[in-house]
């Protein structure tokens, strides 16, 4: 019986501790994503420049991409329920450093809190979902996580392709390291991650300044070739 029951825990990714894993991974997510859009107009109600404005808006991940090296380490020997605890107190006290800003300056401040506490909680608590799972159901478990987090974006046109490829990218990532580099690994899926969404509001400013709003559009969408090609490079080795 002891047997059958563990196969059966196995072979079941819906579990108590990956529920609740779950949970926590999209409360955690929310929180900055619900700042983001709001954040640059923010800013310049006080103040702030275009390029500021820009600098201000990829200022959290920035942060986070710089920590994510040391934190994936970390996550592989330290205990993930404090980091991730630490995380949140630092997402915490950044959310109340936005509501009492008066000037760019503080906000900027805060997003440097905010980064660090979401590189924390980011790596962490996937990492922490990752070693809940089987090695064969690291794809559809980390999949399901990948969803809950294009979820707390409330973005509903994300959920099919930003979706689909952070659970597939992130889950390849966590295969190609092999057990005992899970945190590594999910650092370094989230470096990739934090360049694109650091680089892309500090390339809207500089356009929001340079550019008509016509062609703001347009111009962002020449990602889309870069990253097809990229994919095109790459695909061999990273078939399955």
Do not use: H
Not at 85 to 96: C, E, H, K, N, T
Not at 165 to 189: H, P, V, W
């Amino acid at each position: 019986m002891p047997g059958r029951e563990s196969i059966f825990l196995k072979q079941n990714i819906v579990t108590r501790d990956r529920i609740l894993i779950l949970i926590s991974g999209f409360f955690y997510f929310a929180s900055p994503m619900l700042v983001t859009p709001l954040i640059t107009g923010f800013s310049e109600n006080l103040g702030a420049s275009a390029a500021l404005m820009g600098v201000i808006g990829g200022l959290m991940n920035i942060c986070s991409l710089f920590c994510r090296p040391f934190v994936g380490n970390l996550t592989d020997k330290i205990s993930k329920y404090k980091l991730s605890f630490i995380g949140a107190v630092l997402m915490a006290a950044a959310s109340v450093g936005y509501a009492a800003a008066q000037s760019p300056l503080f906000i900027v401040a805060s997003r440097i809190v905010n980064g660090i506490g979401f590189s924390l909680c980011s790596v962490c608590i996937s990492t922490w979902m990752s070693t809940l799972l089987p090695k064969e159901k690291i794809g559809s478990g980390m999949g399901i996580y990948g969803a809950m987090n294009a979820l707390a974006m409330a973005a509903a046109f994300m959920a099919g392709g930003y979706g689909m490829m952070c659970s597939a990218c992130q889950s390849k990532a966590i295969l190609l390291a092999g057990e005992g580099k899970r945190g590594l690994a999910n650092s370094t899926y989230y470096i990739g991650l934090d360049l694109g969404m650091s680089l892309g509001p500090m390339l809207g400013g500089v356009l929001y300044g340079n550019v008509s709003i016509q062609m703001f559009y347009p111009v962002l969408a020449l990602t889309v070739p870069l990253g097809l090609a990229v994919y095109r490079i790459n695909r061999r080795s990273l078939s399955p």
